[in-house]
């Protein structure tokens, strides 16, 4: 037997790696839930989560320890306080992760605690754009408690859709009287951040108009929706069809609104571009198309979020009409390419030359593959069948990708398909739902509704959520790739429609209110359908004996059942991975269901049980017969007759053993049907042909269990808790749902960490997680995966570049095994073959400047030289032709109300033109932000003021380069190698650098390509001859990376010699006068004669003469 030391390290090396990682399906106690709020105001609010909005203004959260009043919540924040523990707000996407710690101080003495976090340090940006909304998450420890709350955080400066207006705004009066014409709702939702959505009512054709309600919480709160009337906005573009004009469906992409109305298909300008507070809309025509037509068209849209938007990267929206084609129509359905200007048939030449044309009931663009994939359905065999078609030039290729997948009879009634959002899980539903993982070529049933059939769906891209929502009302739920679904129940409304908001929340929607459910994160839901769900049905089970661990269960279908009521006493795929649970005791999970056709008789369908807990078993108080001995034989049609042959009259069956079952270990288990009399009883066999002869049962040989309904049903199906913890790093990760890019060359690891949660259950070394790669060309993936002494799995996932080929890919790990109960079943991280968008590329210099240096202009070295310069206004550097005569055409410091020195020659008068300062008449309207000022890039060289400075001569100066991404930063160095420029056309400098021999091929090779010096980064050195600024481009070649990594450095060189020709002129001047007096001397040497002598001589010979003055008195 084990020490229970070894537990307890155990226990005590998964805490410890733990406290490293972010947990998964790991649940918080509700009681902590209750203490701890945050809010963006100074009180607590009663909502689940904490919304928060980012404005140009600073991020404030308050957050507080709610207790039984004032005095005792004072309290408990002091003692926090005082053991300098507070908050901690984490912010994240799918690209972003930090945290912001709260101060330990309460703020003003009161009892909460306060953050200001300004803008710039959440982002920098403030352009329109499509932005993903971040997901927070704000944490307190306190010993073994943990304390949290969370919420969203949504950019109200850059979401698109709400810099707009879309009409007149609408008062609670008016928008309650569309309640009664209301027949429908549609709701379209940002695809970047889901709780910016749009509600629009269906209205019938007692009523007319174009009304849409903008929330940006998420549907918490009705009174939190804003209502806008597009009527009058859409009459403008038509004539005189102003009569039954009513919203159908309404598709909200990245950067673009489209309405489909009953009157025509309107499309939005470009969001991120307001040229008026009013948003504008442009009809797109159809020829031949009619308000008939439109009525019944749909929208459809492969949801995907562009933050941070690639080239290849683009909106697609499917428009389809439900009529066949004449022959002055091209298609019933179309296709368009944002900004939706031109609308193209979905069908090619080849299905329209078809003799039986089927009916395109969809038509989507999957971006990964670059495919097009159509949902066909004949209507006069009644086959449905899908065809994936090859992009080229960006329309569908009439050769296939893959052979068409028909799908069988039974799928009789589709209705519609649609991708999974940023996934490449592909749904096609109806009366009856399939799922394909690869693109399209092939499809794995998931469920049957019958009679009934899916209408639409609603899908939640943070938590993997899927709601199918049929016909009558009935809500079925599953994760997304999951191989189990559930169903959740009924709504009772006939006017509603779910909606998940950006955390996957359950909104219920309908014209009078809203109703929250819960996400998907723990073992409790909130029922907001308004039908309490039912997994299981009315019937007797027949429990068959297999091993101590396993048993099947046989759902009992009478002879008298009515054919509408056979089907709901059947086991189906609803009941996959699910509990069965006895009420005396016993549980069981649910692993596969089979459906049998022949035999046993009685028994439509079973289910295979993994035993949690031994089930109960009849007692002699609740049974007389359980110590009688049985003697069974085959009685006549199929059935059984089982004998007590034990003598005593007390053990007897009696009318409450119908529907037990007889179970002895090794033998088939005989379902009690009837009692003949007090001694026999007839039965049917659940393995028939295991039963060839009659059997004996000894006493106290075989077990009666009632899994019956004539004594009250005591069994149940239910839902099963949460059975997988999911670590993530994260100090690597910022969300289970990442974007990472991988440059050429590159390569990135995924790491997961399962820790299962299977109390009583056998643990079998198979891996629990599935990988699916949405386009395998794209990257190249390796996957490895181990159990470690703790039967925890590890998976790393190795992602590498595979060809000089820009796309995305989506990577699903899909937890098999997983509990739907479960936060995390499904993690889709995109790959994307491109370069990152925080990935570029700085100049080190050799001496850092502090930031207050560049403000005062004055950081001297040791020898007390002044390292800064600030340049003259106006300033452009000298040219080949001489100081004085500047030929560049880029400003410098630039001011337009000042003069322009060295602009005195005619070709410095035809250069210089400002590119900021471009009409502008003084620098104040130059715009130059403190950023610009002190930027190196050629682009904003009118707003720069100071330079580095050097001493003359720079010699040998390193060029040091580093690259820089979200996560890693190296020196550059091959295979980035680099060219470099003057941007003034400057030539006295030059550069030395190593050229190893893998070097010297690619030197080779590049150079007659790019037509200039190709150069290696690593040890590169320059050498300037010349004086004042120099302004360096450094630009990595083009092939060994995705991204344009491009740096620009300026340097100032002073204190420089003369240039040419002054000093060479006062060298020469000085040697020709030195070397005449040499000359003189010489001569006089020669001659001897002795100038000084001689001067003598003349002074003792001119003696000066004396003045006579007199003077009179």
Known sequence: MESPLIYVLILLLNVLEFSSAVIYNQYIQDINEKNFACSSDEFPTKEKIIKLFLTTESLKVYCFFQSENLNSSRGILGVFTAGGMAPKLIIMNSTYHDGFPFKLSLFNSRVLWVLDIPRRSITIRKNIAAVEEWTIKITMHQGLNIYETEGTLLDLVREPILQWSLGPEMTDALVKQLYP???????????????????????????????????????????DTIWYDLTENIYSHLKDEHKGLTLIDMVLTNHFLVLLTSLGLFVSTDLRYPVSSGIKLTRADFCGFERVDYVKGKLWYNEKCFANRENFEADYVTITFDRNMTLSESSSCFYSKEPFLQWEP?????????????????????????????????????????????????????????????????????????FHPRSHFLYVYGNQVWLSMDGGNTFE???????????????????????????????????AGS???????????????????????????????????????????????GQHSRLDFNTALAPQYLSPKDMLFFAYVPKTASASSIEEMKFNNLHLGKMIEFGKNGLGIIRKVFEHTDSPLGFHTSIFTEMVEPFGIESEQESKCISGALYIELFKDDFYRITITTQDNAVVFTDSDREKTVVRPGYSSF????????????????????????????????????????????????????????????????????????????????????????????????????????NPTILQVKVEGHFDFVDSYHLKVEVASNYFQKGSTSISLIIWE????????????????????????????????????????????????????????????????GISIPLTDNFYHADPSKPIPRNLFHKSKETGKYKQCANATNREMCNCSEKDKLSDFLDVSDCKEKVRRFKFPVTQLPVVLEIRDEENRFLAGPPYLVTMTELNNRKNWQLKHNIPQNVKKMKDYLEPMLKTPVYNPLGLNLTIMGSELFHFKLSVVPGVTFCELVEEFQIYVDEVPLPFPGHTLIAVATSVVIGGFIFVAFIFQLRNIHPLRAFRRYVRENPAHQSNISVSA
């Open 818 to 881: 997983a509990s739907i109960q479960c936060f995390l079943v499904t993690m889709i991280p995109t790959m994307k073959s491109s370069c990152g968008y925080l990935r570029d590329m700085h100049y080190i210099p050799p001496r850092l400047i502090p930031e207050e240096a560049w403000e005062s202009g004055v950081h001297k070295d040791r020898h007390g030289f002044n390292m800064i310069k600030t340049l003259p206004v106006n300033y452009r550097p000298p040219s080949n032709m």
């Open 671 to 774: 379902l009690i049907t009837e009692i003949l009399d007090a001694k026999n009883a007839l039965s049917l066999a659940t393995m028939p042909l295991t039963v060839t002869t009659a059997l004996d049962f000894p006493p106290h040989s075989w077990y009666l269990f009632d899994f019956g309904t004539v004594n009250g049903r005591n069994w149940t199906i239910t839902l099963r808790r949460c059975n997988y913890w999911v670590q993530q790093n994260d100090r690597d990760i910022s969300s289970p749902n990442v974007v990472k890019y991988i440059d050429v060359g590159n390569k990135l690891n995924y790491e997961l960490k399962l820790v299962p949660n299977t109390r009583g259950l056998r643990l079998l070394r198979v891996p629990p997680v599935i990988i699916v790669v949405g």
């Open 181 to 223: 014409h209301a027949i429908d709702i549609r709701v379209a939702k940002c695809p970047c951040a889901n709780d910016v959505a749009l509600l629009g009512f269906i209205l019938n054709s007692t009523y007319n108009g174009v009304f849409i309600g903008v929330t940006v919480s998420g549907f918490w709160e009705y009174n």
């Open 483 to 529: 191989p189990t679904y559930t169903y959740s129940g009924k709504c009772l409304e006939k006017v509603f429609t779910l909606y998940f908001d950006h955390l996957g929340f359950l909104h219920k929607l309908t014209p009078g209110g809203f109703h929250v459910g819960s996400a998907a994160t723990g073992p409790k839901t909130v029922d907001v359908l």
């Open 445 to 479: 049933f998931v469920c049957d509704l019958l009679s009934n059939f899916v209408r639409k769906t609603a899908h939640c891209f943070h938590t993997s959520s899927i709601a199918f929502i049929t016909h009558n009302g009935s809500i079925y739920m599953k994760k």
């Open 346 to 418: 979905c069908l090619f030449s080849s299905f329209k030359t078809a003799r039986f044309l089927p009916h395109v009931i969809t038509f989507l663009i999957d971006q990964e593959s670059q495919t097009g994939i159509y949902l066909f359905h004949t209507r006069s065999s009644k086959r449905t069948f899908v065809s994936v078609s090859v992009l080229k030039n960006e329309k569908p290729n009439s050769q296939p990708k893959f052979p068409n997948f028909h799908f069988p009879v039974s799928f009789s009634n589709p209705v519609g398909m649609v």
